[in-house]
T-cell receptor, first 112, second 111 residues
Framework: DAGVIQSPRHEVTEMGQEVTLRCKPISGHDYLFWYRQTMMRGLELLIYFNNNVPIDDSGMPEDRFSAKMPNASFSTLKIQPSEPRDSAVYFC??????????FGPGTRLTVL | EDKVVQSPLSLVVHEGDTVTLNCSYE??????LLWYKQEKKAPTFLFMLTSSGIEKKSGRLSSILDKKELFSILNITATQTGDSAVYLC???????????FGTGTSLTVIP
């Protein structure tokens, strides 16, 4: 298996633009997580899905952030409009019900 | 409020030293505690601990969980420069697979 796949690996955009991050979880994993990591705040859970259904989105910073999982093999995290304080590394991770999470390589987002 | 606290925040040692990293938690409905190593990329899984008192070992790394005192330690013996990384502790909730991450311990191993 190729592991968790994220795209793009790097994204540079200007304030106010829409940003879409993509994730393909490991096949057979029924949980998918979106995290954000910054030097100041460390690793933060934004939202997670179970069987494509959002379970807890309490970590989503505000209405500018939204996430979808239309099927078991694809999820998106969208920021609209983006702001400089959204600059961070965004990780996607997937797991089975046993709990061990496998992380994707991350998307480094820079909002100018 | 559920939380995971790691100590020390950072550590600098010489090659060959032994280090002990600490993780304490206050999480209701605890299921498991996991350790990850993060270099300049995504976290990679090291150990999952569910039962108290049972040591998990992988090469020079070992870890143990104390569910009564609500903490875990990660030991690294005969450290090497390749062990330099941030070590993250995370607690898995009993329901829903939610994780609570600590802020990590930054380990630097000097040749």
């Amino acid at each position: 298996d190729a592991g968790v796949i994220q795209s793009p690996r790097h994204e540079v955009t200007e304030m106010g633009q829409e940003v879409t991050l993509r994730c393909k979880p490991i096949s057979g994993h029924d949980y998918l997580f979106w995290y954000r990591q910054t030097m100041m705040r460390g690793l933060e859970l934004l939202i997670y899905f179970n069987n494509n259904v959002p379970i807890d989105d309490s970590g989503m910073p505000e209405d500018r952030f939204s996430a979808k999982m239309p099927n078991a093999s694809f999820s998106t995290l969208k920021i609209q409009p983006s702001e400089p304080r959204d600059s961070a590394v965004y990780f996607c991770a997937s797991s089975t019900t046993t709990g061990e999470q496998f992380f994707g390589p991350g998307t480094r987002l820079t909002v100018l | 409020e559920d939380k995971v606290v790691q100590s020390p925040l950072s550590l600098v040692v010489h090659e060959g030293d032994t280090v002990t990293l600490n993780c304490s938690y206050e999480v209701t409905n605890f299921r498991s505690l996991l350790w990850y190593k993060q270099e300049k990329k995504a976290p990679t899984f090291l150990f999952m601990l569910t039962s108290s008192g049972i040591e998990k070992k992988s090469g020079r790394l070992s870890s143990i969980l104390d569910k009564k005192e609500l903490f875990s330690i990660l030991n690294i013996t005969a450290t090497q420069t390749g062990d330099s990384a941030v070590y993250l502790c995370a607690v898995l909730h009993l329901t829903g697979n939610q994780f609570y991450f600590g802020t990590g311990t930054s380990l630097t191993v000097i040749p």
